[in-house]
């Protein structure tokens, strides 16, 4: 049985329109519920550790009755400075089920996400690509076993 978050999002509805963006924001909300099962109680700073992928940082950063904004990142280490690669901040709607990629860094370590960023100039690519990066993101820390649970 096909589940509803193994649906890929372009499958949904038509690539880079609203009706698109909506179902993509949606399938991000059900993701992120898989990876943080208990997203609407949690507060503050969050690890998860699984063997052979990077640790995946996860902090809290506002919350209110309908939102919260959480970072979702790896850091890397670049001689002794930190860098936070993917830096995603990301928007949830609980009243919506939605979860949208609010930004991520200009400054990517990726030759690919920084080929993405300069092509995709309007704000519906900027937002479909924000929000398909956080999707498929989402969809390999599941798939390398990371779980983020309240302490």
Request: glycine content about 4%; overall charge neutral; some cysteine.
């Amino acid at each position: 049985m096909l589940l509803e978050y193994q649906l890929v999002p372009q499958a949904v509805a038509k690539p880079r329109s609203f009706v698109g963006l909506m179902s993509l924001y949606e399938s991000n909300f059900l993701r992120l519920q898989q990876l943080i099962p208990d997203i609407d109680r949690l507060d503050g700073y969050y690890q998860s550790k699984v063997a052979g992928d990077c640790d995946l940082h996860v902090e809290i950063i506002d919350r209110s009755r309908y939102t919260l904004t959480l970072r979702l990142s790896y850091f890397f280490y670049d001689g002794s400075e930190r860098v936070s690669d993917p830096n995603m901040i990301i928007r949830v709607y609980f009243d919506g089920s939605l979860a949208e990629a609010m930004s991520y860094s200009d400054e990517s370590r990726h030759a690919d996400f920084r080929h993405l960023r300069r092509t995709c100039r309007t704000e519906l690519n900027r937002r479909w690509r924000r929000n398909m990066l956080l999707n498929k993101w989402l969809e390999y820390l599941m798939d390398q076993g990371h779980l983020i649970l309240e302490r």
